[in-house]
């Protein structure tokens, strides 16, 4: 359960991270694409039931 969780919450933060919001475009693609490789493995880890 805590797994899903943290699917969830890395995905919210994805999208706020986006560099379309007007609070984000100097931040670049930095902060998004941090959070996408770490949700993209904890996806592949859940998949695999490492996790």
Do not use: E, Q, T
Request: net charge positive; glycine share 6%.
């Amino acid at each position: 359960m805590f797994i899903d969780i943290l699917i969830a919450l890395l995905g919210l933060l994805l999208i706020a991270a986006f560099p379309a919001w007007r609070h984000a475009r100097a931040w670049g693609y930095l902060p998004s694409a941090g959070i996408a490789i770490i949700l993209f493995v904890v996806v592949i880890l859940r998949m695999l039931r490492v996790v």
